[in-house]
């Protein structure tokens, strides 16, 4: 009778461990499911680009192709080990910018947060593209790139831009720090230039780096 016993509990463990197996294909599975799911969803408006090793190792300055941006596209970009965000802006998105600025901490850009030639209403150096770190003034967090407008929890004011749902601070589509939030400032605008028409250089200045 023993042996019996030892045989069904044996069977019993057999089969949770099988039960057990399974539970973990099925979450595992979803998971995927999921991942693949939001990749979808984002993909119409956001794309990403990796530096190769050899920059990553030495912090040198990140080619990008913009030729394939389309308006109202961000592309997230390595450099440094921080997300460097380029939006091309549309016509509504460039008319939006005035219409913000009773809202803002530092509409004219006084504080040091980018580079003289994009001290300007766009913050940048062609109207429609913003080239800014997607790194939170506050304590670093990553914002959302929200582009919809009047959403239910951003409110009727909200004219597209950038949401930390960290802390709640809130950037506009030219990084600009909206008031009473956590944000001290605006985000920053890293070093940049365009070798031509496409091609843009993230972190220098000057061709010479390229």
């Given at each position: 009778?023993?042996?019996?016993e030892?045989i069904e509990d044996?069977?019993d ?22 991942g693949v ?5 984002a993909?119409p408006f956001?794309l990403?680009m ?6 990553k190792?030495?912090g040198?300055?990140v080619e990008?192709?913009?030729s394939?941006?389309e ?7 390595e450099?440094?080990g921080?997300?460097?965000?380029v939006l091309n ?6 008319a ?12 004219n850009?006084?504080?040091?947060q980018?580079p003289e030639?994009a ?5 940048s150096?062609r109207p429609?593209?913003l080239?800014?770190?997607g790194v ?6 990553s ?10 929890d951003l409110?009727?004011d909200w004219?597209g ?5 960290c802390?709640g601070?809130?950037f506009?589509?030219a990084?600009r720090v909206?008031?009473?939030?956590p944000?001290p ?6 070093p940049?230039?365009y070798?031509?028409e ?6 220098s200045e ?5």
């Amino acid at each position: 009778m023993e042996d019996i016993e030892d045989i069904e509990d044996i069977e019993d463990i057999d089969k949770e461990n099988r039960m057990s197996g399974r539970r973990r294909f099925l979450i595992t599975a979803t998971s995927i499911a999921g991942g693949v799911a939001v990749t979808a969803w984002a993909t119409p408006f956001i794309l990403s680009m990796m530096p190769s090793e050899r920059a990553k190792a030495a912090g040198a300055p990140v080619e990008v192709d913009i030729s394939k941006l389309e308006p109202g596209m961000l592309l997230l970009v390595e450099w440094r080990g921080k997300v460097v965000w380029v939006l091309n802006r549309t016509s509504e998105m460039l008319a939006s910018l005035p219409k913000l600025e009773s809202k803002l901490t530092d509409p004219n850009s006084e504080k040091a947060q980018q580079p003289e030639y994009a001290k300007n209403q766009t913050r940048s150096i062609r109207p429609e593209i913003l080239v800014t770190t997607g790194v939170c003034t506050h304590l670093g967090c990553s914002p959302v790139y929200r582009k919809e407008i009047a959403p239910a929890d951003l409110g009727p004011d909200w004219m597209g831009g950038f949401f930390c749902p960290c802390h709640g601070s809130k950037f506009d589509l030219a990084g600009r720090v909206y008031k009473n939030v956590p944000a001290p400032t605006n985000l920053l605008v890293p070093p940049h230039i365009y070798l031509s028409e496409n091609i843009l250089l993230i972190g220098s200045e000057t061709k010479e780096e390229a």
